[in-house]
């Protein structure tokens, strides 16, 4: 390592393919100067433990979203009621504090059941013409019955996107401050 700077040597071995004895190259003509540190954090926080491998073997976001279990390990249950998020899951202890869909599943539900709804009344309109009062008395219970078993696998998904995409509400880290 003598007189060479050590990001360079590690970016050299690293991109070197040259086999054994083949030439070490550092393909750069130029190096990022050491003063400058590297570029780190985002918007994006990394929550909790969720590490790669615990990512990698995720259930999917149909089971998740059908049943409504752990993203994490798909075996605990991810709501401790209707519509509340556990704190943790019981049977990994991945922790639930990240889970914050806000208003996502309620906007997917009125566009998705919204265009599901209107057109089936405007198709009953067109062929039957009934009296009002029939729309009433279909649609309304249907909507509300389509929203009411939407909202929890549509928030469950949402919540396993996030953990997925270790998405959560931006923070300001003090050392970003210096
Ligand atoms: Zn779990």
């Given at each position: 390592m003598s007189g060479v700077p050590e990001h360079r040597?590690?970016?050299?071995?690293?991109?070197?393919?040259?086999?054994?004895?083949g030439p070490s190259i550092d393909p750069l003509p130029?190096?990022?100067?050491?003063?400058?540190?590297?570029?780190?954090?985002?918007?994006?926080?990394?929550v909790g433990d969720m590490n790669e491998s615990v990512v990698r073997n995720t259930p999917s976001l149909l089971r998740i979203g059908l049943t409504g279990v752990c993203p994490s390990c798909g075996e605990g249950k991810l709501f401790s009621r209707f519509l509340t998020i556990a704190k943790a899951c019981r049977h990994c202890d991945q922790s639930f504090e990240f889970a914050?869909?806000?208003d996502g599943p309620a906007v997917f539900i009125i566009m998705f059941v919204g265009f599901i709804v209107v057109a089936g009344i405007l198709t009953m309109e067109v062929l039957y013409q009934p009296p009002y009062w029939?729309?009433?008395?279909?649609w309304l219970p249907v909507t509300a019955a389509l929203c009411l078993l939407l909202l929890r696998p549509f928030k469950a998904v949402l919540v396993a996107l996030q953990y997925r995409n270790r998405a959560a509400e931006a923070k300001f880290d003090n050392n970003d401050l210096d």
């Open positions: 040597t590690a970016k050299a071995e690293r991109i070197d393919i040259g086999g054994e004895n130029y190096s990022r100067p050491s003063a400058i540190p590297p570029a780190t954090g985002s918007a994006f926080q990394v914050d869909s806000g029939v729309h009433g008395a279909v």
